[in-house]
């Protein structure tokens, strides 16, 4: 039989959750004696990359196919899918991991993974969905051409491709699908992504519940501002907020003034944190922080359980299903600070039930689950089953 032949496509790809789950996705091809091609305009990442980050030894060819326009997001998803179109005709199954599946033509078979739909960002009344009190978009702003004019492109596109199948990876991004798609809800499949590590243990002997960890791509949106003065009213807690960040990005720097300038000592800034040092730091720590608005699901959430912390996260997005007790998630700055002092007060038995629950629930974020539920569907598009 001829070897079937499968693409992985994504615009541009970075270290982070969505490669995480093209890391994934590769795996599970490979033990289907698959190894795909990953279609791409720029990838910043390699299968070295996939074992050291992720812990996944997989095998996977690479193809940039054309320069890495520096153009805004939205457009930059439609060229490349516009463009895509060339490349993709040889193969019998493409797994798109952008976030949109329009300008893709309707004869193709198509996985589409979809973390967030661009569609639901671009038809938000707010300039972003992780802003939910911040700025709406305007059109006499010329600085919102770009969202508006993409928004105009989406607004009257309400089919998929007809061999397009969707899955999400939380309930909260299935429900946004569903809100601006012509699309039963029962051919939607949730599949979460494969963070959680079946072997993960801990050792809870080392854990200090007075340290504080965070990580992610310093940003705006990420909110480690915030953090910071979370920090400032919590001087009995230490944190440490990992991140990545160019020594001269603007939001690292607005970081690093605000902690100096209030002289925080307990407050810990890791620029471009290597991998030696960010498990050290999670083997301390007994809790940890996430503070994005409306994120789809929080896979640094589930590392942050399956390395024995107690997560405090927003209330709101994928987080509600990742953390599910009431008493760890916030609403505002104030209410963390609150939610914080709480846990410092409570007894070990308590923190036990706690992390227990945690830890189990996690447990449907695994390789092996992840695996179970996207084999039969890949099976399908390839018209195997």
Known sequence: MTPKKVAIIQNRIIRGGRFHVISGLVKVLNELEIVPDIITLKSRVNEKDAEQFYGDRIKFNLKEIFIDLRIPSDFHILFF?????????KYDLVINNSNSSYMLPDWLKILSYVHYPRKDRL?????????????????????????????????????????????TNSEFTKNAFIKNYDVNQNHIDVIYPPVWKEESSVDFSNKNFNVV??????????????????????????????????????????????????????????????????????????????????????????QAIANGCIPVVHNSGGQK????????????????????????????????????????????????????????????QLGDK
Request: glycine fraction near 2%.
């Open 213 to 302: 960890c965070s990580l992610g791509r310093f940003a705006k949106d990420k909110r480690q501002l915030e953090q910071i003065a979370i920090a400032e009213k919590l001087p009995n807690f230490e944190f440490h907020i990992m991140g990545f960040a160019k020594e001269d990005d603007p939001y690292f720097i607005k970081c690093k003034m605000y902690k100096e300038s209030k002289g925080l000592n307990n407050v810990h800034l890791h620029r471009s944190i290597n991998f030696t040092e960010m498990n050290n730091i999670f083997n301390e720590a007994g809790l940890f922080i996430h503070s994005l608005r409306n994120e789809p699901f929080g896979i640094v959430t589930v």
């Open 81 to 89: 899918n516009s463009l895509v179109r060339l490349y993709i005709k």
């Open 123 to 167: 038809l938000s009344d707010k300039l972003s969905i992780h802003f939910p009190d911040g700025e709406n978009k305007n059109w006499l702003n010329p600085s919102h051409i770009f969202y508006n004019s993409c928004a105009l492109l989406y607004r009257f596109n309400n089919r998929l491709p007809t061999k397009e199948k969707v899955v």
């Open 321 to 380: 299903e990742i953390v599910n007790i009431d008493e760890l998630r916030y609403d505002n700055a104030e209410h963390a600070v609150d939610v914080f002092n709480h846990l410092s007060s409570i007894d070990k038995i308590r923190i036990q039930e706690i992390t227990h629950v945690l830890r189990e629930n996690s447990k449907k974020y695994s390789y092996s689950n992840f695996k179970k539920k996207i084999s039969p569907i890949i099976l399908s």
